[in-house]
């Protein structure tokens, strides 16, 4: 059974950083692409980020430059650092398996970032 449990979120003032992690069981981890995908409150999922096979990674352009996505495939572990957060950041941010992944996998709990002064 895929197992994927992210941890990290909480509250940060603008201008602060949250480093995301991901622990991935249940599925060869280093066979996969994966993907961070976020969404607001109100709002529908979006994608943020992912990291192929290779480790080329991908970023949404609101979050070039701030953010870094990376694995630890002997930890089976997938990680976002964010810095220079904004509120416009705050949503439930999900790992799923895949590149480009739009959608938070089924019954994936997220992790709850809130940017807020």
């Known amino acids: 059974e895929v197992q994927l449990v992210e941890s990290g979120g909480g509250l940060v003032q603008p201008g602060g950083s949250l480093k995301l992690s991901c622990a991935a069981s249940?599925?060869?981890?280093?066979?996969?692409?994966m993907s961070w995908v976020r969404q607001a409150p109100g709002k529908g999922p979006e994608w943020v980020s992912s990291?192929?096979?290779?480790?080329?990674?991908y970023y949404k352009d609101s979050v070039k430059g701030r953010f870094t996505i990376s694995r630890d495939n002997a930890k089976n572990t997938l990680y976002l650092q964010m810095n220079s957060l904004k509120p416009e950041d705050t949503a439930v941010y999900y790992c799923?398996?895949?590149?480009?992944?739009?959608?938070?996998?089924?019954g994936g709990q997220g992790t709850q970032v809130t940017v807020s002064s």
């Open positions: 249940g599925f060869p981890f280093g066979n996969y692409g």
């Open positions: 990291i192929d096979l290779g480790g080329s990674t």
């Open positions: 799923s398996l895949g590149i480009f992944t739009t959608t938070p996998p089924p």
